[in-house]
């Protein structure tokens, strides 16, 4: 491992050296990438080097231990060695886990759809629940959420909503969301107490960046219109509202939220970009085989993943069979719980076939 290690400091090394050349500098994609590079490899540089130090002060106790004739300065370094050792284990333990292969998508920020499905008013306003959801998580992970677009509910919540979360390592932690989630409650225009099932599917997609995928904009169609509320209420009388179609593929993405049409075209071009960035990585890891699709995080869209159950106050996962008893708690932004599970079973996997 120390081999390892120090191959993965002397890259740091020569990446930082790198990326102050003037030619790194004026080449934009480069650039973009090496500076992602220092900083993945600036986390496992930092734990090495308070791991070699810790191993120098366990070299120092020993030698102390082994050789001090007084009896006081060998029960001090026999008590500095009790406390070293376990550090030595837990940095041990850290190095490892950043030595796992990740997902190298992890570090992006995302492009989230949530989606009613089967149950009417209900699974619109439980699509809007899932948002509020995700908003409160986002805020305490310091993170930022835009709307791109959004498609009202007629009673509430939202038939569709488009996000765009940014900030640290958000795809890693919201990767595990994408699929079906399933609600079970009592509706509240429900007169005779009955519990329904409604769901609502979300798509979790790392925003990608213009080096990620090469889009020819002679093969994008850009329409016009204008921004409209619910019910077809109109926001604005100028045709800021964009939509675009990359023809080859037929994928559209559209924008209505800014009243500037340029910031339209921007968010909707991301969505656009997203899209087919993320048919481009499903075709990938077809091709990789069965250890690709067995992975957490890159399960069919179409999945049932979660169930949130009212009466019970009950929260389960079925990828991994883990459940929560605080729904609540969940609803209002807690699901780091779920996230770190998940997190785990995924390196689990990732070290077990060597998947990078």
């Known amino acids: 491992m120390l081999d390892k290690l120090e191959a993965i400091r002397e890259r740091h090394e020569t990446v930082n050296h790198e990326l102050m050349q003037p030619e790194v500098m004026s080449d934009m994609k480069r650039f973009k990438a090496l500076n992602k590079e220092l900083k993945e490899l600036g986390r496992i540089v930092v734990e090495y080097r308070a791991y070699q130090q810790v191993l120098s002060n366990i070299e120092n106790a020993r030698q102390v231990i082994s050789t ?14 009790d406390e070293l050792l376990p ?23 995302v492009i989230m759809e949530i989606r009613a499905g089967a149950g009417g008013d209900e699974a619109s306003l439980f699509a809007g629940d899932l ?15 835009e709307l791109v677009d959004a498609m009202d509910g007629t009673a509430g919540g939202y038939k569709e909503i488009v996000l765009a979360v940014k900030g640290e390592d958000v795809y890693g932690k919201l990767k595990f969301e994408s699929g079906v989630h399933r609600v079970q ?6 007169t005779q107490g009955r519990i329904h099932t409604s769901v609502a599917s979300i798509v ?6 213009e080096f990620d995928i090469d889009l020819d904009m002679n093969d994008i169609r850009k329409d016009l219109f204008m921004s409209s509320g619910p019910g077809g209420q109109s926001v604005n009388t100028t045709y800021s ?4 179609t990359h023809i080859p593929t037929g994928i559209v993405a559209q924008c209505q939220d800014q009243k500037s049409q340029l910031k339209n075209f921007d968010k909707a071009l991301a969505v656009l970009r997203s899209r087919i960035f993320e048919i481009e990585l499903a ?14 995080g890159s399960g069919d869209r179409s999945d049932k993943i979660r169930t949130y159950n ?12 883990y459940t929560v008893h605080n729904l609540p708690n969940v609803m209002d932004g807690n699901i780091d719980d779920f996230v770190e599970q998940l997190r785990l079973a995924e390196s689990a996997e990732r070290l077990k076939v060597g998947v990078a």
């Open 310 to 321: 009212y009466p019970q106050g009950r929260v389960t996962d079925h990828r991994i069979g």
């Open 68 to 81: 001090e004739k007084d009896e006081d300065y060998r029960e001090m370094a026999k008590a500095e060695l």
């Open 131 to 145: 948002q509020r959801m995700y908003l409160r998580f986002a805020e305490k992970q310091g993170w930022k959420m």
């Open 241 to 244: 509202a964009v939509r675009l």
């Open 204 to 209: 979790v997609m790392p925003e990608a960046e």
């Open 283 to 296: 075709k990938k890891n077809e091709a990789e085989g069965a250890i690709r699709k067995g992975m957490i």
């Open 87 to 109: 550090e030595q284990e837990r940095l041990e333990g850290t190095i490892k886990d950043l030595l796992i292969p990740k997902d190298p998508n992890d570090s992006k920020d």
């Open 185 to 190: 409650r009592v509706p509240a225009t429900e």
